[in-house]
């Protein structure tokens, strides 16, 4: 029997077994004791049955932005998302400021460096104690790659990875590993977004149904099941997903879109979105972001600009040279079927 209790430092929510009269946060580090348990009182009715989750649950996050300065594989414009993206959830969809951890290496706790371990520590708290009425948000802005799968589960018969901050070292977190820690837990009642930034990403979360949408908006889901028959879907909630491109697809960091300063190109569009009222629905999201990038390299006419640039100025200014031209297209992957132009877009 586990009951949950509130970090003492961080507030994160940890599994207590039953009889332990303390526990120490993997996140902060902090340990947290535990009164004993007061008298039980009078039975709930049990025709009444348990009390219903908040009507819009707990909001929560995970943000990543990895920039892996003074290396040679340096990004100028990861940061910069995270930063945007909180301001997003904060301001716009009412997430706590204290329910949302963001993993830069602008952090001063050590615990939230987005190391692997880190990283893996962030996607367990995002998904302990969920609950019916629950949103959860992923998102990850930083390198992403490729390797061999020998599983058997992947049609191109390579996994989609993302680079943590000491992937040199430590390796990469693989698209099973982020499928076992954010998919499959996913209750009933409970919904997950992930916006995945990064190089070779469509797939990221090994979801079951890719949305294949073509130029003119229109589209059909890909069967992306495993032939094996291994489950890559939830226990029950909603898993969307939204990525910077397709697996065999690199994904920019640019400034040619915000011309202010430099950012992933899908997170800006992705925000650009919801910002410009483009938002009402999934497709709508999708086609307005494959559209902003697929017209960026235009000279005047390129998207850009507006609510979005004066979100991103605000919080920080300076970049590197814009390159335009993009070639990716963002992808929308998740664990059931709908339509795309009829399911209203919410976090």
């Avoid at 993206?85 to 993993?103: K, V, Y």
């Amino acid at each position: 029997m586990m009951m949950l209790v509130n970090c003492s430092g961080c507030r994160t929510p940890l599994q207590l077994p039953q009889g332990a009269p303390c526990i120490r946060c993997a996140i902060c580090g902090a340990v947290t004791h535990v009164a004993a348990a007061p008298a039980p009182g009078p039975l709930a009715d049990p025709a009444r049955g348990p009390p219903p989750p908040p009507a819009h649950g707990r909001k929560r996050a995970v943000i990543i932005g990895i920039s892996y300065r003074f290396s040679r594989h340096e990004l100028k414009g990861c940061i910069n998302d995270a930063k945007c993206m909180r301001h997003l959830l904060t301001t716009r969809f009412s997430f706590p400021d204290d329910s949302i951890i963001m993993l830069t290496e602008e952090q001063t706790d050590p615990f939230k460096i987005p190391t692997k371990h880190n990283i893996r520590m962030a996607m367990y708290w995002l998904l302990q104690g969920s609950q019916p009425g629950d949103s959860l948000v992923f998102h990850y802005s930083g390198h992403g790659a490729q390797q061999r799968s020998y599983s058997g589960d992947e049609a191109d018969g390579m996994d989609e990875t993302l680079c943590p901050l000491d992937f040199e070292t430590q390796g990469m977190i693989v698209d099973d590993e982020i499928n076992a820690a954010l998919v499959r837990p996913l209750p009933h009642g409970a919904k997950l977004h992930a916006l995945v930034d990064a190089c070779h990403s469509g797939t990221a979360l090994d979801l079951p149904f890719l949305c294949r949408m073509s130029r003119t908006g229109q589209y059909i889901w890909e069967d992306h099941r495993p032939r094996s028959g291994v489950w890559k879907g939830t226990s029950g909630g909603e898993a969307i997903s939204f990525s910077g491109c397709d697996d065999h697809q690199t994904s920019a960091d640019t400034s040619a879109l915000s011309k202010i300063t430099s950012t992933g190109a899908m997170t800006f569009c992705f925000i650009q979105a919801i910002e410009r009222g483009q938002a009402a629905t999934y497709g709508s999201i999708l086609n307005s972001m494959r559209t902003t990038i697929r017209n960026t390299g235009g000279g005047d006419s390129m998207a850009g600009g507006g609510a979005v640039t004066s979100l991103i100025s605000m919080l920080l200014t300076g970049g590197s040279a814009g390159t335009g031209g993009l070639k990716q297209e963002p992808q929308l992957t998740a664990g059931d079927m709908f339509d795309v132009y009829a399911k209203p877009f919410s976090l």
